[in-house]
C-alpha cells in the first residue's frame, strides 16, 4: 500500500511529524524485504549437478536434464546410433537422456529447491487501515497499522532445517529413480536379446519338424509308415510352430518395453540390437560383503533417515506453534482531532483449548512408522542380497554345466546318429529327433544366461545403492 495516498486525510506539517516518528523506518524495511524476495535463488541446477554427481559415483552413468523447450540436442546423435545395431551401453545411454519419467523425477529437484527457498522468506506483512468520519464534529478518525508475526521469524532457521532434510532425500530418490532406469533398461535388453536368440532356434526346431513330417509322408505313401504315426509328426509340427508365434509376441512385447524406457517415438521402432547375449564370467560375488555393502549404500534408507530429520524439525515448528500461534508485532498510528499517536502494537492468541497433544501423537506415530518402515527395508535389503548373490552363483554353475557337459553331448549325440544314419542303422527320424534335443539344450542354455543377466543387473543396482522397495 503507497502511504503516500493518504496525504489528503491531514496536513503537511502533520505529515513531516508522521514521517519522522517511525514510518520512515518501516518503508525502509519493506523495502529491504522486498529486494529480498526479488533475489531468492529457486534455480535447482546446482541439485541437479550434484545428483550427477552421486549417479556417476555410483553408477558410472551420465545423466542429462533436458530443460529446454526447443530442439532436442541429442536428437540428432541418437538418430545415427539407430541406424546401427545397438549394444548394452548405448540403449542405456539413450535411457538416461530420453526417458520421460526420469525427465519428470528431476523437476522434483526445481519443487524442493522451492520449498527451501520458500522456507527462508518471511509472510507479507498484514496492513490495517480504518478511515472513520463524524456525523456530529468535524474532526475525522484514522487508524493505520503494519503487523508482522513475529512467530514467522524465529521459526525461519527450523523450516530451512525441515526444507534441507527434505531435498536430501529428494536428491536420494532421484538418484534411486535413475539407477532403476539404469537396471530395467539392462533387463529389458538381456530378455530381448535372449528372446530373439531363442526364436532363431525355434525356426530350426520348425525347420526340423517339417523335415521329419516331410520324411514321414514319404514313408506313409510308400506303405512303410501308418497313418496315426504321420499325425503324430503333424501334430508336433504345429505344437513347433505355435511356440515359434508365441516368441514372436513375446519379442514384440520386449522391444516395445525396450522402446518405452529409451524414450523413442513409435517413428523410432526401426532400430536393432546385438544378437546375442554376452558370456558369463566369474564374478566373484561374496555373500558376506554384498550384504553389508548393500546396507551401506542404499538410498532408500537414506531417505528415511532424511524424512526423519524432517519430522523431527517440523514438530519443533509446530509445538512452538501451538504454544504461541500467533505473536503480531507492529506499529499502529491513529489520528484523532488532528493529533497523531504512534507507538508500538502487539497482538497474540492464547493457547487455551489446544495444547499440542494431538499433534505430539501424531508425530509419534509418524516416527514410529519410519523406525518400522526402516527396519523392513534394512531386512528386505539385506534379504534380497543374499537371494541375488547366491542366485547368482547357482546360475553361473548352471550355465557352466550347460555350456561344458550338456551342449557338447547333445552335439555328440548328433553327430554319433548322423554317423549311424549314413550306415543306415538308424533312419532319418533318429537324426532329426538328435537335433532337436540340441537345440533343446542350446535353448535351454539361453534361458538360463537370460536369467543370470536380469539377475546381475538387479544385483549391480542393488550394490550401487538402489532397491529396497
Sequence with gaps: MNLTNFSGFFNKEEMGHFWDKSWLALVAGISGCFWGCVCVDTDPTPLFHEVQGEVWERGEALVYWD???GDDPFATCIAE????????????????VQNPRLQALYESLGLAKAQLAQAGLLPNPFVAFSYRFSTKHAPDLIDIGLFQNFLDVVLIPKKKRVASFEIEATKAEVVRGVLKVIAETKKAFFSLQATEEILSLQYEKVLAAECMVEAAAKLYRAGNLRELEVSE?????DQEKLV????EIQKEEERERLQVLMGLCGHEDLWEIDAYLRPISDGGEDLGRAECTALEKNLKLDQIRNEVGALAARYGIE?????FPQVELGVSGEREEGVWFVGPALALSIPIFDFGQAIGAAARADLQRLWNLYSATSLEVASTARKLTRHLQLLRAQVASIEERAIPHAKEVTAQTLLQHNAMQLGVFHLLEAKRRELEERSHLVEKKRMYWMSHADFEELMRGGGGG
Design 233 to 237: 509328426f503333424q501334430l508336433f509340427l
Design 319 to 323: 509445538r512452538t506453534a501451538i504454544i
Design 67 to 69: 530443460r529446454q523447450t
Design 244 to 247: 515359434l508365434l508365441d516368441l
Design 81 to 96: 546410433l539407430l541406424q546401427e545395431k545397438i549394444c548394452l551401453e548405448q540403449a542405456v545411454w539413450i535411457a538416461l
